[in-house]
């Protein structure tokens, strides 16, 4: 059933971090050892999201079912904009220089006052998933880059052979954890940009939702989210924000 319901009214996308060790001990004279052989590192296990920071604004979650009963319980939480030069997190637009440096840079960014936000998000299988998710059914992420760039990192990290990354759909494809930033170009310096944009998640041919649930925090009032907001739950849409 679908229902639209009308609303009333700092931390780096992914840390990778790399563990030191220790130099192993020569072994005893006389004794030699073989090295077993290495093997590929496996992909990181899905995590589920810790406790809500406090620049949290909006905190969207579904149930994602796939046709061979795959579950993953999906999470978005958005973040609440940061100006172009806040130097207490460079993280973001560093990003977008780092992806499309040919298109999105440093003195564009100055000239049109930009800011920006990001937005966490997990795909953890459930406990009453019964198989692994398939491949050929991704869920897609919004916003979309539909009059905003977006920048993927994490499982949502953009194809490397890809020629406008910034402008290309971010989706989950696999269980995991990753993150967005979006820009959001001159918001006038109220950082309220981010209102004018969808949240959440769509699903693929044969993937159905459930248990669809939206939390705006206070945060969020505050940067303007719910004036004019609208959401949408039902067994392929779930997500909130602006009408299109």
């Excluded at 093997?39 to 149930?63: N, Q, Y």
Aim: some cysteine.
């Amino acid at each position: 059933m679908r229902t639209h319901t009308l609303l009333a009214a700092a931390a780096p996308l992914l840390l990778l971090l790399a563990g030191c060790t220790a130099t192993p001990a020569a072994p005893p004279e006389g004794e030699t050892y073989v090295s077993a052989p290495e093997t590929p590192d496996a992909a990181p296990a899905a995590e589920a999201p810790g406790a809500v920071e406090a620049d949290t604004t909006l905190i969207v979650k579904t149930i994602a079912t796939a046709p061979n009963g795959a579950q993953l319980a999906l999470e978005m939480r958005v973040h609440q904009p940061i100006a172009f030069d806040d130097i207490a997190n460079q993280t973001l637009p560093g990003a977008f220089v780092e992806s499309c440096g040919s298109t999105y840079n440093a003195d564009l960014f100055a000239a049109e006052a930009w800011s920006f936000a990001r937005a966490n998000i997990s795909a953890v299988p459930t406990a009453a998933s019964t198989s692994e998710w398939p491949l050929g059914s991704p869920i897609g992420v919004m916003p979309t880059p539909d009059g905003l760039p977006i920048v993927g990192r994490g499982m949502l990290r953009e194809d490397p052979s890809a020629t406008t990354p910034c402008l290309d759909a971010k989706s989950v494809t696999v269980p995991g954890n990753g993150a967005i930033a979006f820009g959001i170009g001159d918001d006038s310096g109220t950082f309220r940009g981010w209102v004018s944009h969808r949240y959440g998640f769509s699903a693929a041919s044969g993937v159905t939702f459930s248990e669809c649930t939206f939390e705006l925090t206070a945060v969020g009032g505050q940067f303007g989210g719910g004036e004019g907001w609208s959401s949408v739950t039902d067994v392929s849409d779930c997500s909130i924000g602006a009408n299109s």
